[in-house]
Every structure is written in structure tokens, then in C-alpha cells.
């Protein structure tokens, strides 16, 4: 369950920033062989690019994260009882 939630923020970067988009799209979208010189420092800029943009969205969105955590604990909350 959390490797589809880590995939379903991924593709939600993917389709709301174009800098995620142009990196995601240069990783998979180059030749094989040059690709498997540099795989790991592609991955490195990648994921580093994902927390950036995670960190500028959910600094922008402050109140609506912490709303969803309230709801989100409420209904853990819920269905325990």
C-alpha cells in the first residue's frame, strides 16, 4: 500500500510540475546504453528534484495539508471504534 502511495505522489508530481516532468522524461527517454553509465546519478537528481518539489508544494499548501492530516486522522479514528 505504500509503494502505491509513494507511485500515486510520483505521478501527481509528474503531471502538476514541469520540472519533474522534463527530468522523469530525459531518464527514460535517452539511449540504453548511455543511460546505464549514469542511472544512479540520474536517480540521485531525481529523487533530490522530487523532495524539492514536494517541499515548495506542500510549503504552499500548508493549511490544506494539515486539514487533510486532521481528516486523515479522524478517520483512522473512526474506524478503530
Not at 510520483?10 to 535517452?30: P, Q
Not at 518539489?53 to 500548508?62: G, I, K, L, W, Y
Amino acid at each position: 500500500m505504500s509503494a502505491g502511495t509513494v507511485a500515486l505522489i510520483l505521478l501527481a508530481l509528474v503531471v502538476f510540475d514541469e520540472r519533474i516532468r522534463l527530468a522523469v522524461s530525459r531518464t527514460f527517454m535517452t539511449r540504453p546504453a548511455a543511460e546505464l553509465e549514469s542511472t544512479g546519478q540520474h536517480m540521485r537528481y531525481l529523487t533530490a528534484l522530487v523532495f524539492a518539489v514536494a517541499r515548495e508544494q506542500s510549503a504552499a499548501h500548508t493549511p490544506l495539508l494539515i486539514f487533510t492530516l486532521a481528516g486523515a486522522v479522524l478517520v483512522v479514528f473512526m474506524l478503530r471504534t
